[in-house]
């Protein structure tokens, strides 16, 4: 099983900053990794697929990059509604593992 | 419009067995490649199942021998039969389409998520 480890846990950021989220995989997984967004009471909602593509209606400050093992979610300029958690995903193979969240919240 | 709705949760004790419905409408869902997602109350989410296209199915190591997915493809509808029901399988299980041609073959829409609780 692939494990993906994401940091930081928490990162506090004022509107307007700048975040960047990392997700690490235990093996490669080649670019096959996304990212979600969820926030209290909501599904997951996709914002990046295989590595670097945004999702259908996904703002230009969202951004993705890396390959094998190291990923990277940036959000250019942080908006008030971008306050959540982002989890990251991979589909090498089964199972498909998610990582363990990163929370963006408000400083 | 694409759209994925669950039922079929509930309270059950350990034990017990439950068959959550994902109804699909806005495409087909045999044509795609369907999973189970669930999450713990405050936790991560978990991959439980996927189904292909092909009818090939995969399941989590944790509900293996448990857990059944399956789709009826006259109503256009994803299944999961959960048998033997544990304390560690509650959770709000998201039913998820992945696509290839939208989405790279990840998830680019879920359903709003059906609760099962498992207690005595």
């Known amino acids: 099983e692939i494990v993906l480890t994401q940091s930081p846990a928490t990162l506090s950021l004022s509107p307007g900053e700048r975040a960047t989220l990392s997700c690490r995989a235990s093996q490669s997984v080649s670019r096959y990794l996304a990212w979600y967004q969820q926030k209290p009471g909501q599904a997951p909602r996709l914002l990046i697929y295989d590595t670097s593509n945004r999702a259908t209606g996904i703002p230009a400050r969202f951004s993705g990059s890396g390959s094998g093992t190291d990923f990277t979610l940036t959000i250019s300029s942080l908006e008030r509604e971008d306050f959540a958690v982002y989890y990251c995903q991979h589909r090498s193979n089964w199972p498909l593992t998610f990582g363990g969240g990163t929370k963006v919240e408000i400083k | 419009e694409v759209q994925l709705v669950e039922s079929g949760g509930g309270f059950i004790q350990p034990g017990g067995s439950l068959r959550l419905s994902c109804a699909a409408s806005?495409?087909?869902?045999?044509?795609?490649?369907m999973s189970w997602v669930r999450q713990a109350p405050g936790k991560g989410l978990e991959s439980v199942s996927v189904i292909y296209s092909s009818g090939d199915a995969y399941y989590a190591d944790s509900v293996k021998g448990r857990f059944t997915i399956s789709r009826d493809n006259s109503e256009n509808t994803l299944f999961l039969q959960m048998n033997s029901l544990r304390a560690e399988d509650t959770a709000v299980y998201y039913c998820?389409?992945?696509?290839?041609?939208?989405?790279?073959?990840?998830?680019?829409?879920w359903g709003q998520g059906a609760l099962v609780t498992v207690s005595s």
């Open positions: 998820a389409r992945a696509s290839a041609a939208a989405a790279g073959y990840f998830f680019d829409y």
């Open positions: 806005g495409f087909t869902v045999s044509s795609n490649y």
